[in-house]
């Protein structure tokens, strides 16, 4: 009882003051799935191991943005290029903005509280 009023404590986020467009990044994840993204990348932690997780990768420092738009319109030795429309594009940088802000996909970035509950380091 104890561990279900502390869950009720945690405020629930409020879609309002997300720093960014809720259906939109519903779109993005519809062209993450489209494109098959989650074959060689992880989303916290889950997906294909060829390519690095990308949780993440907006806020990454040196990359973010543009390091997403290049990659993805060159593609490299192991991942194929995309010829994404700017809608695409736009949508996929929704998402993974939206993805980013939900968390961090690191376990060595949390600590595990004595209530079992974990807390960003
Ligand atoms: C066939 C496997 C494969 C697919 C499919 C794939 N990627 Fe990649 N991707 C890779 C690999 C491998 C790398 C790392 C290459 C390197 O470090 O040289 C990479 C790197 C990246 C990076 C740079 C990550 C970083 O931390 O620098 C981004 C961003 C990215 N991919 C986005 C995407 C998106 C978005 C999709 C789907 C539209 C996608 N990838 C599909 C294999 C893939």
């Given at each position: 009882?104890?561990y279900s009023a502390s869950l009720?404590?945690?405020?629930?986020?409020?879609?309002?003051?997300?720093?960014?467009?809720?259906?939109?990044?519903?779109?993005?994840?519809?062209?993450?799935?489209?494109?098959?993204c989650q074959s060689c990348h992880?989303?916290?932690?889950?997906?294909?191991?060829?390519?690095?997780?990308?949780?993440?990768?907006?806020?990454?420092p040196g990359k973010g943005e543009?390091?997403?738009?290049?990659?993805?319109?060159?593609?490299?030795?192991?991942?194929?290029?995309?010829?994404?429309?700017?809608?695409?594009?736009?949508?996929?940088?929704?998402?993974?903005?939206?993805?980013?802000?939900?968390?961090?996909?690191?376990?060595?970035?949390?600590?595990?509280?004595?209530?079992?509950?974990?807390?960003?380091?």
């Amino acid at each position: 009882m104890g561990y279900s009023a502390s869950l009720y404590q945690v405020p629930a986020e409020d879609s309002a003051i997300l720093p960014y467009d809720k259906p939109r990044a519903a779109e993005g994840r519809l062209v993450w799935q489209r494109y098959n993204c989650q074959s060689c990348h992880q989303l916290y932690g889950l997906g294909g191991y060829l390519g690095p997780d990308l949780t993440n990768v907006y806020s990454a420092p040196g990359k973010g943005e543009a390091w997403i738009r290049a990659v993805t319109a060159s593609g490299n030795t192991l991942m194929p290029k995309y010829n994404f429309t700017e809608q695409e594009m736009e949508d996929l940088l929704v998402f993974l903005r939206a993805t980013d802000h939900s968390g961090k996909a690191d376990p060595r970035s949390f600590d595990i509280l004595p209530n079992g509950m974990t807390r960003q380091k």
